[in-house]
């Protein structure tokens, strides 16, 4: 079992920033793919980025140049730094983990809110 506890949502203006935070709990954390998905009202579930064991990621074109994912193993914490936000972002951001892949995430967190206004 992985718990999974997300943090750092909040509502910013158009082109400013947030950084969100997932800290990580459970057995064998630091083997799981981490990343974030996100969810807009009215809106399919989408991928917003990943990073994997190796730390080596990958983003969904959307958010490419404009965010960063990172991984602390020490604090079993994952983060994700949001630059430059568009109004397009506003969602709810759910912190997710596998083993495998991001396709259907075995772990999820509570989801935080992201609101960015224009």
């Known amino acids: 079992q992985v718990q999974l506890v997300e943090s750092g949502g909040g509502l910013v203006q158009a082109e400013g920033s947030l950084r969100l935070s997932c800290a990580a709990s459970?057995?064998?954390?630091?083997?799981?793919?981490m990343g974030w998905l996100r969810r807009a009202p009215g809106k399919e579930r989408e991928f917003v980025a990943a990073?994997?064991?190796?730390?080596?990621?990958t983003y969904a074109d959307s958010v490419k140049g404009r965010f960063t994912i990172s991984r602390d193993f020490a604090k079993n914490t994952v983060y994700l730094q949001m630059n430059s936000l568009k109004p397009g972002d506003t969602a709810v951001y759910y912190c997710?983990?596998?083993?495998?892949?991001?396709?259907?995430?075995?772990?999820w967190g509570q989801g935080t809110q992201v609101t960015v206004s224009s």
């Open positions: 459970g057995r064998a954390v630091s083997s799981h793919v």
């Open positions: 990073i994997w064991r190796s730390t080596s990621n």
């Open positions: 997710v983990a596998d083993l495998r892949n991001m396709n259907e995430p075995e772990y």
